[in-house]
């Protein structure tokens, strides 16, 4: 049945899980798991495509997979009464995020950061500004052209960081949300 189950992890190789603002790194291959380096010796046995059942360390524990976003590697599950959400990343994603290059479709905006380093030009928002994804925030000169920095999804201004005619850096932040 584990062949055929909707909540198999799919993934293998190295990649991180995070789950209550912890991270997580997993090593995942064909037969074995390990969580942040300690091996995990679990007793699997699936119930049905979104159940498991397995034991470890004596205990005895019922999952099942509530939902799945696979856009964003999203997964809420079911431990007893307890509802969890793991967000997955893969190597691909992990390298995406370090090159500034996230592609995630989350519409919640922490921060925007520079893209390049540049000039800023014009300033289109204020703190407590609703922003929609899409909205250009601010114009940045860079290589004497101008671009329109857009957000990547909506939010309120929390702050803004930087001032007109101030040069910022390569991965600044510019906008907190």
């Given at each position: 049945?584990?062949?055929?189950c ?42 049905s495509?979104t ?24 997964l ?5 009464n ?22 995630s479709?989350?519409?919640s ?12 030009l ?40 930087v ?15």
């Open positions: 049945m584990a062949g055929n909707i909540f198999e992890f799919k993934l293998t190789g190295m990649f991180t899980v995070k789950a209550q603002n912890n991270d997580y790194l997993v090593e995942k291959s064909e037969d074995s798991i390990s969580v942040n380096g300690i091996h995990l010796n679990w007793d699997l046995q699936w119930i495509p159940k498991v059942h397995f034991l470890h360390e004596n205990k005895s524990i019922e999952a099942e997979l509530v939902s799945f976003e696979k856009e964003t590697k999203t809420q599950i079911r431990f007893g307890k509802i969890s959400t793991l967000i997955l990343k893969d190597r691909h994603d992990l390298l995406l995020e370090k090159l500034g290059m996230n592609l479709s989350s519409n905006l922490k921060e925007i950061k520079a893209p390049m380093p540049g000039l800023i014009d300033l289109k928002v204020k703190p407590g500004d609703e922003v929609k994804k899409g909205d250009v925030v601010l114009i940045l000169e860079a290589m004497k052209m101008e671009n329109s920095i857009k957000s990547a999804g909506d939010g309120i201004v929390k702050a803004v960081k001032n007109l005619n101030q040069s910022v850096e390569k991965n600044q932040v510019l906008i907190q949300f």
